[in-house]
């Protein structure tokens, strides 16, 4: 096939092994794709779209152009890569591996990892995990972006950064060479490299004097790696971009932000956003929660040059699933809408400092409950200016 996009197949094995395949559709949310279904077709294809929800907003406004179908693989490939690609060492500047979280150490703004002395500052832009974080809970937001209060390393995030780097890596080689036995060979010296570059994530086998639960770990990173060969050919694709951090101010001024990690552009020109995840596909009705980041990439694609990516995709390595949703103009608005409703949020918190807690099942796996009021801890003190709430503030 004649294509640098080459669609995701189903997880290998019988049908008692699958979920059904349903065939790839202008809303083909949460489904697995037919293998080898040939190009993605084209974005004039992908009317429609579903409801509008509440929390999304009101009616889409109208008069918006969208991107030109017939945009060649050239052009849309050069408008693409005008933003500036991250290289796989920057994952290791954080533990959020599985969110594209890279983006909080490549910006200003206040978003960043710690530094010793820095004066707190406010909020000034948005990336998807960040945002994930305040809808989570308000209080681990502002533990994280404004108090910026350690957090350990886990072995999960970190292998997750391990196979992040190990995938985008193998597309250095030639596309023949891209072969299991070379990718899981890759995982050493990645693992190398991470530790030098954090060196805290030695910590994870500090009482692991054998290397017993290492090596399990590692072989663990190895079957992820392996597993994608059954979701993905590598010899079929030539990623346009890879760790691709893109930026896009909104006429709002808000700033959104974030990492992608791959981009394939088809010779028609039509745009695929790929995001591998080493955890395990959501459950059907979370489904919408696990795009959110997919298409807030799409967003900031669109606001950048115009172009509908045609596809988003979320290949789940510990399941072996693929999800897929191929996003519309009427998407992208409910997505900047919501945006803008959360920034406001945010901005308002900030401005009168008054973050609250939101205990949830989450709360279990949190690092700041000798801080969260829910545990009987106290929070900092606020490092910036509040301003106390007047009437229709609060």
């Not at 640098?4 to 559709?25: L, N, Q, Y």
């Not at 202008?26 to 992908?46: E, K």
């Not at 893109?246 to 028609?268: F, K, M, Q, Y």
């Amino acid at each position: 096939m004649d294509s640098s996009i080459e669609e995701a197949r189903p997880r290998a094995g019988g049908a008692d092994e699958t979920e059904p395949v349903v065939p790839a559709g202008p809303r083909a949310s949460g489904a697995a794709l037919p293998a080898q279904a040939g190009p993605v077709p084209s974005m004039a294809g992908a009317a429609g779209g579903p409801e509008p929800d509440a929390a999304a907003g009101g009616p889409v406004a109208s008069g918006a152009v969208e991107a030109d179908a017939g945009t060649g693989a050239g052009e849309a490939h050069a408008a693409i890569s005008e933003a500036a690609p991250v290289p796989a060492a920057a994952r290791a500047a954080t533990g959020e591996a599985e969110s594209g979280a890279v983006e909080e150490a490549s910006g200003a703004g206040g978003e960043g990892a710690p530094v010793a002395g820095r004066v707190a500052v406010a909020p000034s832009s948005l990336s998807p995990s960040r945002a994930g974080d305040f809808m989570q809970c308000p209080l681990l937001y502002r533990f994280r972006v404004i108090d910026r209060l350690p957090e350990k390393p886990s072995e999960a995030a970190t292998r997750g950064t391990l196979v992040h780097a190990v995938l985008e890596r193998l597309f250095d080689a030639p596309a023949g060479e891209r072969t299991v036995p070379r990718a899981k060979a890759l995982i050493p010296g990645q693992w190398d490299r991470l530790r030098e570059s954090r060196p805290e994530v030695t910590e994870l086998f500090a009482d692991d004097p054998e290397g017993e639960r290492l090596a399990r770990w590692l072989a663990e990173a190895e079957r992820l790696v392996e597993r994608w060969f059954s979701l993905e050919d590598p010899t079929r694709l030539e990623p346009a971009e890879r760790e691709l951090f893109v930026e896009a101010e909104l006429e709002s001024g808000l700033r959104l932000r974030g990492i992608i990690d791959r981009v394939d552009v088809a010779p028609t020109g039509e745009v695929r956003i790929v995001d591998y995840k080493t955890g395990k596909a959501p459950r059907a009705e979370y489904a919408d929660g696990a795009l959110f980041q997919m298409k807030f990439y799409a967003l900031v694609v669109w606001r950048l040059k115009r172009v509908v990516p045609r596809r988003l995709q979320l290949v789940y390595l510990g399941s072996g699933d693929v999800l897929t949703y191929d996003p519309d103009l009427a998407d992208l608005e409910r997505v900047e809408r919501k945006l803008h409703a959360l920034w406001e949020a945010i901005s308002q918190a900030t401005r009168t400092g008054v973050w609250r807690p939101r205990p949830t099942k989450l709360c279990g796996w949190c690092d700041h409950q000798a801080h969260c009021p829910e545990f009987g801890g106290t929070p900092p003190p606020y490092p910036l200016p509040v301003v106390e709430s007047g009437p229709g503030v609060g």
